[in-house]
């Protein structure tokens, strides 16, 4: 009699643990993961997302973001094997999308789609698919500190090649004391994408002229070396040390903000930082160019970021609520008004006509007025064989900031690494 | 006592279910993959390449590099938490006021997340540190986390920051074991502090030791979280240590069959040394 009481209770007690994780309430909501990589938004992200909930009580929205200096590549491909698959997610360039395919739905008919601009959908279309759709169209370039040059006596239009750009440093350099500077440049030898992906841009997007040249190519050349270095030893000759351990915060928070150097790399994504410590100062900068000695000297590298995609392998009504909040993100007026104010994008989209929504940053509208005098080189590195800009050139950079390597030693391995991934 | 195989079966079953499920299938089906060729894609099949991967471990530099660096750690780690951990623990039993207080502040570190650690730590050694070194003009303090040997000693500074306060509670109750009438009767024998410890309390604690050394063996050459946050393997790759060589061989370059083929060769590699670890301690165990 015992034996069979407690052969109930275990009964009993298992047959509740395996009914507690089985039922679920009637949800009635459809959940839109997304797993995205702008830092720079996820606040106002999240209070768009809380807008779009607030009038469609049907969608719940969750959204992650990993960025910045940290691999989103790599994050999302955790992410994907741990089984908490995303509904929407981002993919950078062909490499991306070859990668993951399977995974793909194809938006060619999704309303944005057909409002693109001419070639900002070209990064994620495969076989005539169109499978991303782009974020926002970004440039970079040597964000400068218009007083502190106006000071110096020195005219930033005149700043169109290397030859003018290395006297203006030098200029500014011998006038470090009374313009309180501790050194030109904020250079961030920490952050292997700033290295190894923007920078090497600059470069390589001369020698491949598209991310699908890039995409395709079997080898690098280094066609642009000499000027490669040139430029990069500039930086570091007057770059604030210690420059392997200058990240992100650093460079655009802790030196450009306080106005403790005149100029850094970064992009138009880098004006909330700046507003963030210095609203004044935020108001006052913009972009030179990074010229590279024997190329295009005068022009911005320009170019789409990151594509929103969503996920094939979730639920029908999962995808049509990502696709609807995809759209409404960039066609309504709530979601235009954040896309230009609050993100502080420039959207590759028609539909954006009225003078409240252009953008109005002045790093924005520099890269506006680059592109509209035809000044830019487009971006290549999502053409990169995957991890070969952070992992590989990234950390020789490091090594040669260090001055373990020499440069020739940095574009053999670097070499020697594409080819071997592109065998 | 009756032993009856379906009560066992029924009350084990599902654990040893679990077990196979979780660990011991998965690390199966990872040795199959480590003889292959995987780009991660499950709709295609991954070609079947022998012991090419494990070859390849051989000549990978980065591989070899991390290993170096991970044991070094390991060493000085493994040293150092356990003899601040152990000191600590003394320190701790020694019947003052703030005794039990103390022991509270010092387990503290151990509860917080790696990842998390690794972040705080990074802050204060690249701006607090930095800041104290241009402020003093000590160039002691400037510049950490800028090269290897900071980074080296950053990731040390962290593991023992957060380990101590662990072994310290192991090794109280390691001491706190030992008969009080055996440090009497040495006592009235005229045995000094120092005599005591080497002859009464090491050999007491010498299970405390065992565990304790696993522990931290262990952990050290499995570090992750502290490694990714605090240095992410610069600069120039020279902080990587094992794990997160692995983990960017596997998820940053896509080649999964090579990152499960370091993966086993770890496994091998932690799981004998800390078994030979493991028997000669024992060995020097005192059984009471």
């Known amino acids: ?40 938004i996820a606040e106002q992200f999240d209070e768009l997302s809380q807008i779009y909930m607030d009038t469609h009580p049907n969608i719940e929205i969750n959204i992650e973001t990993v960025g910045g ?28 999308v070859y990668d993951w395919q399977d995974k793909l739905v194809d938006l060619s008919d999704v309303e944005l789609a057909g409002k693109a601009f001419d070639g900002a959908l070209s990064g994620a279309t495969l076989d005539g698919k169109v499978y991303g759709l782009p974020f926002t169209q970004e440039g970079y370039g040597f964000i400068y500190n218009k007083e502190l040059l106006k000071k110096a006596g020195i005219d930033a239009k005149t700043i169109t090649s290397y030859e003018s750009l290395e006297t203006a440093v030098k200029m500014l350099d011998s006038k470090k004391e009374e313009l309180g500077l501790e050194a030109v440049f904020a250079t961030a030898g920490k952050e292997t994408w700033v290295t190894g992906l923007h920078y090497s841009n600059v470069a390589l997007a001369q020698e491949f002229g598209s991310v699908f040249d890039a995409y395709n190519a079997k080898n690098v050349e280094f066609k642009y070396s000499g000027g490669m270095k040139k430029l990069f030893d500039l930086q570091i000759d007057y770059g604030r040390t210690p420059i392997n351990a200058t990240d992100y915060s650093t460079q655009v928070e802790r030196l450009f903000s306080m106005k403790k150097v005149a100029m850094t790399q970064q992009g138009n994504w880098a004006f909330g930082s700046v507003k963030g410590i210095d609203e004044e100062l935020a108001k006052n900068i913009g972009f030179l160019p990074m010229p590279i000695v024997g190329a295009k000297e005068n022009a911005l590298p320009v170019g789409i970021p990151m594509y929103w995609t969503v996920n094939k392998d979730l639920s029908e009504a999962q995808i049509k609520a990502a696709k609807d909040f995809l759209n409404w993100m960039y066609t309504s007026e709530t979601g235009k008004d954040y896309v230009i104010n609050k993100f502080n994008f420039i959207p590759p989209y028609k539909g954006f006509d009225g003078d409240n929504l252009q953008p109005k940053d002045p790093l924005a509208k520099d890269i506006m007025a680059f592109s509209e005098a035809g000044n830019t080189i487009p971006w290549v590195f999502m053409g990169y064989p995957t991890g070969w800009g952070m992992e590989t050139l990234g950390v020789e950079l490091q090594k040669y900031i260090d001055g373990q390597i020499t440069w020739d030693e940095v574009t053999e391995t670097a070499k020697a690494s594409w080819s071997e991934s592109r065998k | 006592m009756n032993y ?31 003889f292959t060729e995987w780009n991660g894609r499950m709709d295609q ?4 390449i022998g012991l090419s991967n494990y ?20 060493v000085v780690s493994v040293i150092v ?24 502040i010092f387990f503290m570190p151990n509860l917080i997340g790696g990842l998390i650690l690794g972040f ?57 074991n030992i008969p009080k009438s055996l440090l009497e009767a040495a006592d009235i024998d005229g045995a ?28 050290s050459f499995k570090l992750f979280d502290q490694n990714l946050s605090l240095t992410n393997g610069g600069p120039g790759g020279s902080t990587e240590m094992l794990a997160l060589n692995i983990y960017k061989t596997a998820y940053t370059f896509t080649n999964y069959g090579a990152a499960q083929a370091k993966a086993v060769v770890f496994f091998l590699l932690v799981a004998s040394i800390t078994m030979v670890q493991v028997y000669i301690n024992k060995k020097k165990e005192v059984e009471m």
């Open chain 2, 45 to 48: 099949v991954p070609n079947f």
């Open chain 2, 4 to 34: 009856n195989k379906k009560t066992f079966c029924l009350f084990a079953g599902p654990i040893i279910i679990a077990f196979l499920m979780v660990l011991v299938i998965p690390l199966l089906i990872g040795v199959y993959y480590s």
């Open chain 1, 1 to 40: 009699m015992k034996n069979y009481m407690k052969g109930l209770m275990v009964g009993g007690a298992m047959l509740l643990t395996a009914c507690g994780g089985g039922t679920e309430q009637k949800e009635e909501k459809t959940v839109v993961d997304i797993f995205q990589f702008k830092v720079e």
């Open chain 2, 192 to 219: 000094n502090g120092w005599a005591k410890t080497r002859h009464i309390i090491f050999p007491m604690v010498a299970p405390a030791f065992t565990i304790s050394m696993f522990l931290t063996l262990a952990n």
């Open chain 2, 55 to 74: 070859i390849a471990i051989i000549k990978d530099e980065g591989f070899r590099n991390a290993f170096i660096f991970t044991a070094k750690f390991t």
């Open chain 1, 69 to 96: 200096g940290d691999d989103y590549g790599a994050a999302l491909r955790a992410k994907m094997a741990s089984g908490n698959e995303p509904t929407i997610f981002n993919v950078g360039g062909p490499q991306d």
């Open chain 2, 120 to 176: 705080i730590w990074q802050f204060i050694f690249m701006g607090v540190f930095q800041t104290i070194g241009e402020i003093t003009g000590w160039t002691f303090f400037q510049g950490w986390l800028a090269d290897a040997n900071t980074g080296f000693w950053g990731l040390v500074i962290i593991m023992v920051w957060q380990m101590s306060g662990y072994l310290m509670v192991i090794y109280i109750a390691a001491l706190q």
């Open chain 2, 81 to 104: 938490i356990n003899a601040i951990g152990f000191s600590l623990a003394l320190l701790v039993t020694k019947k003052l006021k703030i005794s039990n207080f103390m022991r509270t």
